[in-house]
């Protein structure tokens, strides 16, 4: 009789299971031994970041700056919406400016300011021996209106349309310098109230003559304080 022997592994098998027990124990060896020191420094990148998987959790506190946020990616916080509409509101939406207006002798007045029922114009003329007189003027559309003006003490309760009164002191002389007619609000300054209580117009009204390269140069600047 034979017997039996059972049959070798052949060497291949055998170098095949020595990597496999090693590739296993190297795993379990990895996940045991890896940390935070065993990582190189920059090894991980943007790039090997899962998509969605930084959460608010997993970022320190204070750790993103102003420099590092899109401001045009933030809406307006609702009050600080409401306090940048209050403040254009009380800050721009009552007072009113004419800018510099420049005028030549002969041409049609030349319009100032224009607020509720008042106008204010300004007229330059040519008042001989090369000089000229820059003059402003306020006028209404509402009966029952009031004017104040500080030059010669005007004043006039009963201010109705039709009427074209002068409202500030005038500026006159030749080309040899500059005249204003402002000297600190006191021959410049007015007060124009219409009859609805919708308009209070307190503000200043300056000529001048030969200023900026004009025969005549007029500004105004007033608040509506009603």
């Not at 031994?33 to 608010?56: H, P």
């Not at 114009?121 to 104040?148: F, H, M, P």
């Not at 002191?169 to 030749?174: F, G, N, S, T």
Request: aromatic residues 8%.
């Amino acid at each position: 009789m034979h017997e039996s022997r059972g049959r070798r592994p052949s060497p291949a098998l055998v170098i095949s299971v020595i990597a496999l027990f090693v590739a296993i124990g190297g795993s379990a060896y990895a996940a045991k031994k890896i940390g935070t020191k065993e990582i190189k420094k920059n090894a991980v990148t943007s790039a090997k970041i899962k998509k969605n998987a930084v959460t608010t959790t997993k970022i320190k506190n204070d750790a993103v700056t102003g420099a590092k946020v899109d401001e045009s990616s933030l809406g307006s916080v609702p009050n600080a919406e409401n306090a940048t509409n209050a403040a254009t509101a009380t800050n721009f939406s009552r007072y009113f400016t004419s800018g510099i207006k420049k005028a030549s002798p002969g041409q049609p007045p030349v319009t100032l300011l224009t607020v509720g029922p008042f106008t204010i114009t300004g007229k330059c003329e040519d008042a001989g021996g090369g000089e000229v007189v820059a003059r402003s003027y306020i006028t209404t559309s509402q009966a029952g209106s009031n004017l104040y003006g500080y030059v010669n003490a005007l004043y006039e309760g009963d201010f109705n349309p039709g009427l074209e009164l002068e409202l500030s002191d005038e500026a006159q002389d030749d080309n040899t310098y500059v005249e204003w007619s402002s000297n600190y609000g006191q021959y410049s300054g007015f007060r124009a109230a219409s009859a609805d209580g919708l308009t209070i117009l307190e503000g200043e009204s300056v000529n001048a003559v030969f200023y900026a390269g004009s025969p005549c140069a007029f500004w105004v600047s007033a608040i509506n304080a009603a």
